[in-house]
């Protein structure tokens, strides 16, 4: 077990380079199962997560190759299982990705119940019932997903929510099947669906109106790719944002502007100032007085993203006023609100919805890590704090966030990992 002793405050300015997406990463790789060939994918952060897709990946028999840090070589032609175990699937959400390609490729697929970041309840429904819309047929044994398949069929699926993990596996899984046509409408519009679409179209698949409300797949029989970029983390991205408008400047070397309307809107409207260097580089600089309160709800793409919420949550603790933060996907998402409790925020949560009222300074202490978005936004509480803030349990950072440590030290924090005592 690691943590962080963070010594604050310090001031952070200089460059920083935003990593590749973690969640399309997520959703891409297992994706690789359908294709016929190689294919090297670049710009893979190198973080937990991935590294244990990867390990699912090299369960079921593909061949990894790292060829360097952020390029990976992954191999399915040698692929000769079709179950994922407990030890790794517990240990993700996108654990769940893998089971319509395992279906595709064997006409059958075991994957167990997939863990993740705990935030409240996380159901899988939606991917159930949408597999079982094209021919599947599932049980739940034992904890394992056990799904079989004679034939798929062509469907209209209409999702309940607008699930971006649902629309990825769901999508992914009808583009393989030549004859099969698959409509999914409340489709999610998340930037990674649309590179997760963008992947698959590359490699021959036929996938129509990924990032609009109704998907159209026409299956087809080859999958053929030589290599691909994933697109910057805008979460990432968003969070050093955060970061600068609460301490400092800095300079995000890596931001697709129409991924990132909402957060960067909502930065300017707390006062952060925004100058597009140019088509990839933006300047963040914290405003000139305070930072100024804000309303927020969460909601799908292109809302305000929940995986933003928490970093919002621990800048808006110092904000000249009262600000109010609704959780429009995951109700129970709000554990960090406690912990920045102890640093001295003022913050009261019922029923979805946190009331922060900004106060003058946070102070050092000793928090957890509950979840990843929720640990960095006690990083970033910690470093305009005022003395040492220890953050316990950092495994959840490193799920998601590449060298963070030395990201925020290279711009002039002070944060030391350490086993914890
Ligand atoms: N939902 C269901 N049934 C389902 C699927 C979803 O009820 O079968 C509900 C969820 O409980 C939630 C809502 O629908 O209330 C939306 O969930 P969604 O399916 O969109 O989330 P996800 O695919 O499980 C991804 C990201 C999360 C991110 C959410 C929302 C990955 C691997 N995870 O999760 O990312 O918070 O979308 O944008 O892509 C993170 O990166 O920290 C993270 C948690």
Not at 287 to 294: C, F, K, Q, T, V
Not at 376 to 390: D, P, Y
Request: net charge negative.
């Amino acid at each position: 077990m690691y943590r962080f002793r963070i010594q604050g405050p310090t001031p952070l300015e200089g460059e920083v380079k935003i990593s590749g997406s973690k969640n399309a990463s997520l959703a891409i790789i297992p994706a690789v199962i359908l294709l016929d060939s190689p294919v090297l994918l670049r710009n893979v952060p190198d973080i937990e997560d991935v590294r244990t897709i990867l390990s699912i990946m090299e369960s079921l028999g593909a061949t990894v190759v790292r060829e360097a840090r952020n390029d990976i070589r992954i191999d399915p032609t040698t692929i000769n299982s079709h179950e994922v175990p407990y030890f790794l699937a517990s240990r993700m959400r996108a654990s769940i990705y893998t089971l319509g390609p395992l279906l595709v490729r064997f006409g059958k697929g075991v994957v167990y119940m997939p863990g993740g970041c705990s935030f409240g309840p996380r159901p899988i429904d939606f991917h159930i019932e949408g597999l079982k819309k094209m021919g599947v047929e599932i049980t739940i044994e034992h904890g394992n997903i056990v799904a079989s398949v004679k034939r798929f069929r062509s469907a209209h699926i209409n999702l309940p929510f607008k699930s971006v993990g649902a629309t990825i596996h769901l999508m992914t899984t009808a583009v393989r099947l030549k004859g099969i046509r698959t409509v999914i409408s409340n489709a999610a519009l998340e930037p990674e669906v649309v590179d997760t679409a963008r992947f698959l179209n590359g490699a021959g698949a036929r996938i129509y109106n990924a990032g609009y409300d109704e998907i159209i797949v026409e299956g087809v029989d080859r999958l053929e790719l030589d290599e691909y970029e994933v697109i910057p983390d805008r979460i990432e991205a968003g969070s050093f944002a955060v970061a600068a408008a609460m301490a400092g400047r800095i300079l995000l070397n890596g931001v697709v502007r129409e991924h990132m309307v909402s957060t960067l809107d909502r930065l300017e409207e707390a006062g952060a100032v925004l100058q597009w260097v140019d088509e990839r580089r933006l300047m963040v600089s914290r405003p000139e007085g305070r930072i100024r309160p804000l309303m927020i709800k969460t909601a799908p793409f292109p809302g305000f993203p929940t995986d933003m919420q928490a970093q919002f949550m621990a800048m808006l603790t110092v904000a000249d006023g009262v600000s109010v933060i609704k959780e429009g996907i995951y109700p129970s998402r709000f554990h960090h609100a406690y912990e920045l409790q102890r640093m001295g925020a003022d913050i009261r949560v019922d029923h979805g919805e946190a009331l922060v009222r900004g106060v003058d300074k946070l102070t050092g202490a000793i928090v957890n890590a509950t979840d990843l978005r929720a640990s960095i936004s006690l990083v970033l509480a910690g470093i305009i704090a005022e003395g040492e803030t220890i953050v316990e349990n950092i495994e959840h950072i490193d799920r998601g966030y590449e060298e963070v440590e030395n990201k925020f030290n290279s711009l002039g924090a002070r944060i030391v990992r350490e086993m914890s005592g």
